[in-house]
């Protein structure tokens, strides 16, 4: 199974790169984890990569494009781990979710024909995913490195980060939650106090409170509006939840 995850959204881009991949392996399984990535935005990807890959059959591909360096000296990699293939950009995308499968091996992706300075979604990373479906070994497509592009989330004690805002609105954080029925929330100098609620039909209409999302961490929320609207912040942004 090839796995995509990029921030081309619903374009002619994404609809390509599975052509090139049909063209070369026919018979591929291709599936999306998702496309709607905020553009440019690694961090953001890496945090769906990391919390989602695991839900994905043992030996599954991810072809993961969020590729803001494309056409520079970045390069181009396959990451063997434990149970997974990750192809795509050395700039920390993958990085997270590899790490935490146990990396093995890792590829740079050589090629010899010409190829776009702004495509290797298409010309790099999908051809490279098709030729792993059909078997092609790691170490026929480039030579082994040692070193690669880390990315890591903020986490100090209770200090972490904005890491996604999801389509609903909900404002995502890699803090893990308490056993507390209250948190004291600081971001940007300002603090509030925001209560605590197992469930989203538990909490009040129109107010902001904290919920233990599916990825495990705390997030903040609005009933059925978007609590980003509220506060206005970004993803990469340092929050306090204690």
């Known amino acids: 199974m090839i796995i995509t995850l990029t921030d081309f959204g619903n374009s002619e881009y994404l609809g390509v790169m599975k052509g090139v991949i049909y063209s070369t392996a026919p018979k591929a399984n291709i599936t999306d984890l998702y496309n709607e990535v905020d553009s440019y935005n690694i961090k953001e990807g890496a945090w769906i990569l990391l919390r989602n890959y695991k839900f994905f059959p043992k030996n ?3 072809l993961c494009v969020v590729d803001p360096g494309v056409g ?3 390069k181009s990699i396959i990451i063997e781990t434990e149970n997974y293939l990750f192809v795509g950009p050395d700039n920390g995308l993958m990085y997270p979710a590899a790490a935490d499968d146990e ?3 890792i590829a740079k992706i050589e090629y010899l024909e ?3 300075s702004t495509f290797h979604g298409r010309d790099v990373f999908s051809v490279t995913a098709a030729k792993l479906e059909k078997g092609l070994n790691i170490d026929e497509i480039g030579e082994f490195i040692h070193e690669i592009e880390k990315l890591n989330f903020h986490l100090k004690q209770r200090e972490g980060e904005i890491v996604r805002i999801d389509k609903f609105g909900n ?3 890699n803090i893990p939650a308490l056993k507390k029925d209250n948190y004291n929330v600081t971001i940007r100098k300002k603090r509030i106090k925001l209560p605590f609620f197992k469930t989203y039909a538990k909490a009040p209409e129109k107010k902001l409170f904290l919920i233990e999302g599916s990825s495990k961490t705390l997030e903040i929320s609005i009933k059925e509006k978007e609590a980003c609207k509220k506060l206005k912040i970004r ?6 939840i204690e």
């Open 60 to 62: 599954s591909i991810f």
């Open 103 to 105: 990396i093995l091996r």
């Open 171 to 173: 404002i995502i954080t």
């Open 114 to 116: 010409k190829i776009s």
């Open 235 to 240: 993803v990469g942004d340092k929050i306090k």
């Open 72 to 74: 520079s000296s970045r």
